[in-house]
């Protein structure tokens, strides 16, 4: 006479069975997240720059004279990759000394640049400013002192908002596109600043 078969053995075997299985799928989801994760960390770093404004030649726009109190901005690249830099942009560059510096484009590659009554001029006639821009007032010092005009050759003309207190192009001359690392997009702090970027 055979004795029945143990009918809670499988029942006792399955619990460590479904236990391995939840491990199983709460691996494979941590798994996607830190591929999630890394993936976004690429496209962020490949697409944006986050740094700090350290210098006031930016004012009204962009603000700050260090590290501690300067705007928190992020430089976008994306648009680097299917246009070329568009007046009135404001692009961020490295300057001979690797110095970090953000300046608003008004000249473009081919075009003669000069200053006449605070407002530039491109082949000798005075552009309008945008709307948004109209509180921008340059001053012909540098390369463009005395009525002179500077031809951009195959570089961008770049000048400070504050146009009295910024070393730009012209005092380092015309800046090539290669150096561009990209245009400034927004303010992402202080709190009271945060916003776009007028281009």
């Excluded at 029942?11 to 989801?29: D, F, G, T, Y």
């Excluded at 970090?100 to 552009?127: D, W």
């Excluded at 012909?140 to 005009?149: K, M, V």
Aim: aromatic share 12%; hydrophobic share 35%.
């Amino acid at each position: 006479m055979t004795r029945p078969a143990d009918k809670t053995l499988p029942a006792v075997q399955s619990v460590p069975v479904a236990r391995h299985s939840r491990i199983r799928k709460c691996l494979r989801l941590a798994e996607h997240v830190l591929a999630a994760i890394g993936c976004w960390f690429i496209v962020c770093s490949a697409a944006f720059e986050f740094t700090v404004m350290t210098s006031d030649s930016m004012a009204p726009t962009l603000c700050g004279t260090a590290y501690d109190n300067g705007d928190r901005i992020v430089v976008e690249k994306v648009s680097g990759w299917f246009r070329k830099p568009r007046r009135w942009e404001v692009c961020y560059f490295y300057n001979d000394e690797g110095i970090p510096i953000a300046k608003r484009i008004v000249g473009l590659p081919g075009e003669r640049i000069s200053i006449r009554n605070n407002r530039v001029c491109v082949n000798q006639s005075e552009i309008r400013l945008p709307e948004r821009l109209r509180f921008l007032n340059y001053y012909p010092y540098g390369n463009l002192r005395n009525g002179r005009e500077i031809n951009c050759g195959e570089g961008y003309y770049m000048l400070g908002d504050d146009s009295h207190d910024s070393y730009d192009s012209r005092f380092i001359g015309p800046v090539k596109g290669e150096r561009f690392r990209g245009r400034v997009w927004c303010v992402v702090w202080p709190f009271g600043r945060i916003g776009f970027v007028n281009q």
